[in-house]
């Protein structure tokens, strides 16, 4: 059974850094393109970030371009996002979320997500 | 920056069709994905490819593209199908979009 499970969430006051965890299971990690997806109480759904399956390419949104850094550890199964600076508006729950492979083949979108870690910012 | 644009709600009856559309510009160079989110639960990916669907996937939901419009139907709308649906693509950086969002209420 494919499983995402976020981690290290949390209240932090603005200007603070938070390090973010997803632990995979139940399918080749390494073949897969990962993503960081955030969703603001209330609000829509909102990309931050992608890295390609080997962890050579890394993709921002232009809203945490330069404070946040995604990464990866295959041989962990395991998926990052370093949160620094953060403001208040960064404020949300973070999903990670794996590429949609099927067949040997990959298509882009997301089939998998975890449960999501709460992320809150404020002094 | 690339936008998509979504209606912020549609509403229909049981057994009824649903469609659901989404504009952006680079959509007829770029494929779209359609998701659905339940309250207080993660997005489910329906559409991916502009119109193919994953395996476990009712049939009732399909997907279309048309220049700059993607449209998502579902067919036959049951309650459990209300919830808020999300389509998203990417520009040609490798970056990603998602539209803002379509609440689809059942009467």
């Known amino acids: 059974e494919v499983q995402l499970v976020e981690s290290g969430g949390g209240l932090v006051q603005p200007g603070g850094s938070l390090r973010l965890s997803c632990a995979a299971s139940?399918?080749?990690?390494?073949?897969?393109?990962m993503n960081w997806v955030r969703q603001a109480p209330g609000k829509g759904l909102e990309w931050v970030s992608s890295?390609?399956?080997?962890?050579?390419?890394?993709y921002y949104a232009d809203s945490v371009k330069g404070r946040f850094t995604i990464s990866r550890d295959n041989a962990k199964n395991s998926l990052y996002l370093q949160m620094n600076s953060l403001r208040a508006e960064d404020a949300a729950v973070y999903y990670c979320?794996?590429?949609?492979?099927?067949?040997?083949?990959?298509?882009?979108?997301?089939?998998?997500w975890g449960q999501g870690t709460l992320v809150t910012v404020s002094s | 920056s690339y936008e998509l644009t979504q209606p912020p709600s549609v509403s229909v009856s049981p057994g009824q069709t649903a469609r659901i559309t989404c504009s952006g510009d680079?959509?007829?160079?770029?494929?779209a994905y359609w998701y659905q989110q339940k309250p207080g639960q993660a997005p489910v990916l329906l559409i991916y490819k502009d119109s193919e669907r994953p395996s476990g996937i009712p049939e009732r939901f399909s997907g279309s593209s048309s220049g700059t419009t993607v449209t998502l139907t579902i067919s036959g709308v049951q309650a459990e199908d209300e919830a808020d649906y999300y389509c998203?693509?990417?520009?040609?950086?490798?970056?990603?979009?998602f539209g803002g969002g379509t609440k689809l209420t059942v009467l």
């Open positions: 998203q693509s990417a520009d040609s950086s490798g970056t990603w979009v």
């Open positions: 680079a959509l007829p160079k770029q494929y």
């Open positions: 139940g399918f080749t990690f390494s073949r897969h393109e």
């Open positions: 890295i390609n399956s080997g962890g050579s390419a890394m």
């Open positions: 979320a794996r590429e949609y492979c099927s067949g040997g083949s990959c298509y882009g979108g997301s089939d998998y």
